[in-house]
């Protein structure tokens, strides 16, 4: 798939809301108190030569009011791009910045469940989720210009963008962006405000290891994928961390007593119908994932899923 064969509509609607993380950082804030159903957050750095763009929202729609946003502060150029991972809601607005001149930073492992059908496919499902007027004009645009698979620093007018690869936590092509001089750190999706990661594409190992990277961070400001900022960054980690904890040690408990996965989901609330990333169907959903996790490991089968 190429494109969209329809021009993308100049946009009318209003701004983003805008948080300003100071040191030229800022949030732009999503569908706060919608968890993963609602718009992801963003953000940029904003240096003497140009802007750094973290995310580019899920629809070309979103990305060219995004762009908008950042033109209400900044009139320099675009420079970069970076994607913390390949879902739909975070790339998809990409073409945007393409056009206005960004180069994209990326992981190159672009595999998720939502494309395993084929992008054609995955786009035509995108589709039912924002509508067609907000895909006018879409094509793929995450492929990365610079790829990273280990970390990367960017320096642009005398800052240091650092690019963080923790592992496959959330999905195989996660990163993070840290700007240290600002104390800044955008996580993507390994960190959501209500602390239910999801794993179903990356695994509750390397969730571990990646909290525990932040954590050695010790940022004034983390940034989810979803949802509101926290007052204590610190208090959003050791929340996803408790959560996944217990489940890794409900489902394993599970497992080596001969619990079948089935009943051993029984406990958790059904997931909502249509609506795969609301609390209830993560919460399933991840259960399902670190059952067979868990699985595998006591079985010498798991390899380290944390690398």
Do not use: C
Request: a neutral charge.
């Amino acid at each position: 798939m190429t494109g969209w064969s329809v021009s993308a509509l100049p946009s009318t609607a209003p701004l983003f809301p805008l948080r300003d993380l100071g040191h030229g950082v800022y949030a732009v804030l999503g569908d706060t108190g919608r968890g993963s159903e609602g718009r992801a957050n963003a953000g940029f750095v904003v240096t003497r030569d140009g802007i750094v763009v973290i995310d580019a929202d899920g629809s070309p729609r979103d990305g060219e009011t995004l762009l908008r946003t950042i033109r209400s502060v900044s009139q320099r150029a675009i420079r970069w791009l970076v994607l913390t991972h390949h879902h739909p809601d975070h790339h998809f607005g990409a073409i945007v910045f393409r056009k206005a001149g960004a180069k994209v930073i990326a992981h190159p492992d672009s595999r998720t469940l939502a494309s395993e059908g084929g992008l054609d496919n995955q786009m035509i499902d995108w589709i039912r989720v924002v509508g067609l007027d907000a895909m006018r004009g879409f094509e793929y645009a995450d492929t990365p210009d610079r790829p990273v698979t280990k970390g990367d620093t960017l320096r642009i007018g005398g800052r240091r963008v650092i690019v963080l690869a923790p592992g496959p936590a959330h999905t195989p092509g996660d990163l993070m962006v840290w700007v240290p001089d600002a104390g800044v750190l955008f996580a993507g999706d390994i960190l959501l405000e209500d602390g239910v990661t999801m794993v179903v594409d990356g695994s509750a190992p390397a969730l571990l290891k990646a909290l525990n990277q932040i954590d050695s961070l010790r940022p004034k400001v983390v940034v989810p994928g979803h949802g509101s900022v926290p007052a204590e960054p610190a208090v959003l980690v050791e929340r996803t961390r408790a959560y996944i904890t217990q489940l890794r040690g409900e489902m394993r408990a599970a497992v080596q007593e001969g619990v079948p996965m089935k009943r051993a989901l029984d406990a958790l609330p059904p997931a909502d119908e249509n609506r795969p990333v609301s609390l209830n169907s993560r919460k399933r959903r991840n259960a399902a994932r670190v059952y067979v996790e868990e699985e595998k490991d006591i079985m010498g089968l798991s390899g380290d899923s944390g690398q």
